[in-house]
């Protein structure tokens, strides 16, 4: 069986920065960027127009730069695996690592997984009901599709990526609903003034989702007044959640310490986990920031924490 210096399992900006720092410092890093569960390079994957990003002063589409960070990491050696990791043994060094096709051992891993969008548990929104057959939560990945061109879309949330969600619809609907439980937006202040003042936005104030309805495809909300504790019945074409995320670490199965929201433990300022050898970068380890230009960041924390963890064992020199 292969035996690695370093394995990096994720991608995005955490993983693939931690490869190209790690690469160039001849660790010979091998990635696993994942296919099914997940996107392959991360959120930014699912995002349009990037405006903060330092150095694209224009701008730059997410899929656009995660290809760069692809490039520039393979570029210096990185051997990338598009498939997923199943699973890890932690209990004994080196680590083992089984993947869907592949299976190897790893002087020192580092975990890059990233979050996925979190759904409500509502009815109508299900699997089996209209979940993926007018339920989502991604507008950026579905927003597009035909059964919401010219139709009354619901944002479900008030933070930043409401709103860039609700943005983002309005190249489609007939008009987008921000709803939020509350009298005032989580957002940014930027991003909160974009929302109220974009003519085809309307925020419903203190209202949270009840119930979604429809036929094959989803035709009705059901929404509920907080103050009044009315209920309202509107027309709809799309729903989509934008309520956070869950840092993706089933698949550690309980072997790293984890906080009451399941993100990874490390170190404070640094990238070290509760166990020796393995180490977080990016969104998996940040309930805070949660940006490209922090995950990045990150990752290459990752890996020079990695190199030196290596040659203080004398596994290199």
Not at 94 to 109: E, G, T, V, Y
Not at 131 to 143: E, F, L, R, Y
Not at 268 to 281: D, E, L, N
Not at 289 to 310: F, H, I, K, N, P
Request: glycine share 10%; hydrophobic share 45%.
């Amino acid at each position: 069986m292969e035996r690695h210096h370093l394995v990096i399992i994720g991608s995005g900006p955490a993983g693939y920065c931690a490869a190209i720092y790690a690469a160039r410092a001849n660790l010979k890093p091998v990635l696993f960027e994942g296919f099914m569960s997940g996107t392959a390079g991360g959120q930014l994957m699912i995002t349009t127009e990037v405006e903060n990003y330092p150095g694209f002063p224009d701008g730059i589409l997410g899929p656009q730069l995660m290809e760069s960070f692809r490039a520039q990491a393979k570029r210096f050696g990185t051997v990338v695996f598009t498939e997923d990791v199943e699973s890890i043994d932690l209990s004994k060094k080196p680590f083992f690592i089984k993947s869907s096709q592949n299976q190897m051992l790893a002087d020192a891993i580092i975990i890059a997984t990233g979050a996925t969008a979190k759904r409500m548990d509502i009815e109508g929104t299900r699997d089996g009901e209209f979940w993926q057959k007018g339920v989502t939560a991604c507008a950026v990945c579905d927003g597009a599709a035909p059964i919401f061109r010219n139709k009354p879309l619901f944002v479900i949330g008030g933070g930043d990526s409401a709103v860039e969600e609700a943005i983002f619809l309005t190249k489609y609907a007939s008009r987008v609903f921000l709803v939020h439980r509350r009298d005032q937006l989580r957002a940014s202040k930027i991003m909160a003034a974009r929302a109220l003042k974009h003519p085809k936005i309307e925020v419903l104030w203190n209202r949270t989702l009840e119930k979604v309805q429809g036929d094959q495809i989803v035709r009705k909300v059901i929404l509920q007044n907080l103050l009044t504790h009315e209920m309202e019945q509107r027309e709809a074409g799309g729903v989509f959640f934008a309520i956070g995320h869950s840092p993706n670490t089933v698949f550690l199965q309980g072997q790293l310490k984890l906080n009451d929201a399941g993100y990874i433990v490390v170190k404070k300022g640094t990238t070290y986990t509760s166990k020796a050898g393995i180490f977080a970068a990016g969104d998996v380890q940040d309930p805070v920031y949660r940006q490209a230009v922090t995950a990045a960041g990150s990752g290459c924390m990752a890996a020079l924490d990695v190199e030196r963890w290596l040659s203080k064992k004398g596994i290199v020199e």
